[in-house]
């Protein structure tokens, strides 16, 4: 016979025992899921490939993102200066805020343009 260990109780403002979600799942066994008509596609592969557009467009204009990034006072006119400047979303300006600067390079440009290529061959089929 298999044992698992207890789980932590932890005390709420109102008293309740709170069971933490695992150990839920644990005892009473997954949910079954039914499986979907269609398989709908992988959202993160499409996030990645909005994440490296942005990247890409970053890179090509690379002394002017550079110039906002070095004159923005703060990280939310970091972002809204990249999105007008690129016409780039949220998440993009996110992204490139958070990329070393070294990364700026034609190399790293190269790199990440093969391989939204190959995300946008695979998304694709």
Same mark, same amino acid.
């Given at each position: ?61 690379? +002394? ?28 993009? +300006? ?32």
């Amino acid at each position: 016979m298999t044992t698992y260990a207890q789980p932590t109780i932890r005390r709420s403002t109102r008293h309740r025992h709170v069971v933490p979600a695992l150990w839920r799942q644990v005892v009473r066994g997954a949910p079954k899921m039914a499986e979907p008509a269609h398989a709908e596609p992988d959202r993160s592969a499409f996030t990645q490939l909005e994440i490296y557009d942005g990247i890409l467009a970053a890179v090509d204009h690379r +002394a002017e993102v550079l110039d906002v990034i070095a004159t923005s006072p703060d990280r939310e006119s970091s972002i809204r200066s990249l999105r007008e400047l690129l016409e780039i979303t949220n998440l993009q +300006a996110t992204a490139i805020l958070d990329l070393p600067l070294d990364r700026f390079t034609a190399e790293s440009r190269d790199r990440i343009a093969h391989r939204a290529t190959e995300l946008r061959a695979a998304l694709t089929h």
